[in-house]
């Protein structure tokens, strides 16, 4: 880990430069996420949280990219969405379960930060929501998500709706999957709140 103001480990011109093709990194992601609970479970929260940060922000310069290179079969990038909710179910919510912030606090460390800003820095949906497979998928993680026993997690699947709810073009079947959602959370008023706010993209 750095100390005070030091530069992260991936900017050290040291190490080794790591090449790989982007189904190469599309195929590393997908078994980083699918084999999430036990390969980074040696990692601490401030190290995982660091290491995420790294693959989904602008500082991995094209890594969040590489699923959407042409030269990616559609069917893998479609596997590695299908494995992303492990990340959530497996290793991000059982460490962040016992944390009860207010929402949007960012408190929990670097791996808190992650788990609520996933989706805003994210560039990879953004960059293929004009692909009704991309839709699907990310639907499939939101969804999956909300079920996570995890209030970090949910919230940061609400966070995420809102962002994307306009590009999934699926209100109505957003609509009823919040509704379930409020139904199971209906004494946390404030993720009910929150809830009803991403369901019409109203987060920021």
Request: negative net charge; hydrophobic residues 45%.
């Amino acid at each position: 880990m750095p100390a005070a103001n030091e530069e992260e480990w991936y900017w050290n011109d040291d190490e080794p430069e790591f090449a790989a093709t982007p189904l190469e990194w599309t195929r590393i992601q997908t078994v980083l996420f699918a084999n999430a609970g036990i390969d980074i479970a040696a990692y601490s929260n401030e190290q995982l949280g660091m290491g995420l940060n790294h693959l989904i922000g602008s500082d991995a310069g094209s890594i969040p990219h590489m699923a959407n290179d042409p030269s990616v079969p559609l069917a893998d990038a479609m596997r590695m969405m299908q494995a992303f909710p492990n990340l959530w179910r497996d290793c991000i919510g059982p460490r962040l379960q016992d944390v009860s912030n207010p929402i949007g606090a960012c408190t929990a460390g670097r791996l808190g930060y992650v788990c609520y800003m996933w989706f805003d820095v994210w560039p990879t949906f953004r960059t293929a929501r004009h692909i009704p497979d991309w839709c699907d998928a990310l639907w499939n993680v939101f969804s999956e998500m909300l079920d996570v026993p995890c209030r970090e997690v949910q919230v940061a699947a609400l966070h995420g709706i809102g962002h994307e709810v306009h590009a999934l073009q699926r209100e109505d079947i957003v609509e009823r999957r919040i509704a379930r959602f409020i139904e199971a959370a209906r004494d946390d008023t404030e993720l009910v709140a929150y809830a009803r706010a991403a369901a019409s993209g109203m987060v920021q």
